[in-house]
């Protein structure tokens, strides 16, 4: 599990080689985190960046990442400025402005199948026939807690309620929320075994779930993620096994029943929230939430080169159970009319995936409370503006 510690480590890892993004204010509550601004045009970077660091030294066939186009751009950026090769697998359906852009970056780029998952797994071919080292586009700890290091910024930078981010794969969400997290102040997690110590630890420590708490720890984090007893007995001993069988669904039903339903509620720290946001045509974190597994979707729609990941990460899921995310779904028309309000009144051009968070508030589908501060993360310009003009 990631914590708040490891989107600390993260930000030490990648400082200076990724751009700290600034806020704008764009309403009297709500604000845009310009993330589009990041090297290679994505908070993919700093997943990316992190992830290849944290992982040692580079094999000499490099890396390989499979993408949307975004995590690509992100890894070929990151491996031209650390020196090693990149290969790429990309769709045919990607975007030519994604594909030009690899080239230019230097990376091996080979487009197959029409969804990310086929590139995935023709990446994976490429890593064992090579050598190269597989890269995740958002299902690893190192891209999540990399992920993270935007949502450090927000906490400096300003006072705010909720950050409303689109989801994929699931590992910019996890990663935000990872920032965010802090103890525990549920009454559960307060009558745990553990205490809220050993419930704050799942969530909010380094240690992620359970880690060296031991039972004591693994019951509290049990107890507050599962809420009722299926997931805490599941959990037994094993702190992080038990928060991740919960959350990851072999505990199936009794985990996902839990979750929604339990009592223990989870709070992030000072009470900030990440709400997700997915297309209709792309949703994998509500499927995951209503099914208490990860399961696979169908993808397609204006977002799909951005957002359309089969399936939620397993990691990523399991931090939005412990956090208790909540996704909203947004059509496509409402994904193509914010992405248009965004040139039209704030002369921002994103792409469509990126859109789909600010669709949540334009279309009415969040409606923020009276004097709720909402932040909109703005994290893709991987895009042809031609359409906007
Ligand atoms: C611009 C943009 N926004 C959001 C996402 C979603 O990120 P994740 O796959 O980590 O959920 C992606 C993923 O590629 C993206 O490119």
Redesign the pocket.
């Given at each position: 599990m990631i914590g708040i510690e490891d989107v600390r480590a993260a930000e030490e890892r990648i400082r200076g080689r990724v751009r700290r993004t600034p806020v704008l204010r764009a309403g009297a509550q709500t604000f845009f985190k310009l993330e589009?601004a990041q090297h290679a045009g994505?908070?993919?970077t700093r997943?990316m960046m992190n992830q290849i660091l944290a992982s040692g030294p580079a094999p000499a066939a490099g890396i390989v990442v499979a993408?949307?186009?975004?995590?690509g751009l992100a890894a070929a950026y990151a491996a031209r400025e650390l020196g090693i090769p990149a290969a790429v697998f990309v769709p045919e359906t990607a975007p030519p402005v994604k594909v030009a852009k690899l080239g230019k970056l230097g990376a091996q780029v080979t487009q197959v199948g029409s969804e990310y998952a086929e590139a995935h797994a023709a990446a994976v071919v490429h890593a064992e026939r090579t050598g190269a080292r597989f890269c995740h586009?958002?299902d690893d700890p190192g891209?999540v807690a990399g992920?993270g290091t935007l949502g450090l910024e927000l906490l400096d930078d300003l006072e705010f309620d909720t950050v409303l981010?689109?989801?994929?794969?699931?590992?910019?969400?996890?990663?935000v929320a990872a920032a965010l997290a802090g103890p525990a102040e549920s009454a559960d997690a307060g009558k745990g075994a553990g205490g809220s110590a050993g419930a704050g630890e799942s969530v909010g420590g380094s240690a992620g779930a359970g880690g060296d708490a031991g039972a004591g720890g693994s019951a509290g984090a049990g107890e507050s993620v599962g809420g009722s007893a299926g997931a805490g007995g599941d959990a037994g001993a094993g702190g992080s096994a038990g928060a991740g069988k919960s959350a990851g669904g072999s505990a199936g039903a009794e985990g996902s029943a839990g979750a929604g339903a339990g009592t223990g509620a989870r709070v992030t720290a000072g009470g900030k929230r990440v709400v997700a946001v997915e297309p209709e045509n792309c949703p994998?974190l509500s499927r995951a939430l209503a099914a208490g597994e990860p399961v696979d979707v169908a993808v397609s729609g204006v977002a799909a080169?951005?957002?359309g990941?089969r399936r939620?990460?397993l990691l990523?899921y399991q931090i939005a159970v412990l956090t208790e995310m909540r996704s909203l779904l947004v059509d496509d028309a409402a994904i193509v009319e914010a992405r248009r309000r965004l040139w039209d009144d704030y002369r921002i051009v994103?792409?469509h995936?990126?859109a789909?968070?600010y669709a949540a508030l334009t279309s009415g589908v969040y409606r923020p409370a009276e004097g709720e501060r909402v932040v909109v993360?703005l994290?893709?310009?991987?895009t042809n503006p031609g359409d906007l003009a």
């Open positions: 589009y994505s908070f993919k997943g993408s949307g186009g975004n995590a586009a958002y891209m992920n981010v689109a989801v994929g794969g699931g590992g910019l969400a996890a990663g994998t080169d951005s957002l990941a939620i990460g990523p994103v792409e995936g990126t789909a968070a993360l994290c893709g310009a991987n």
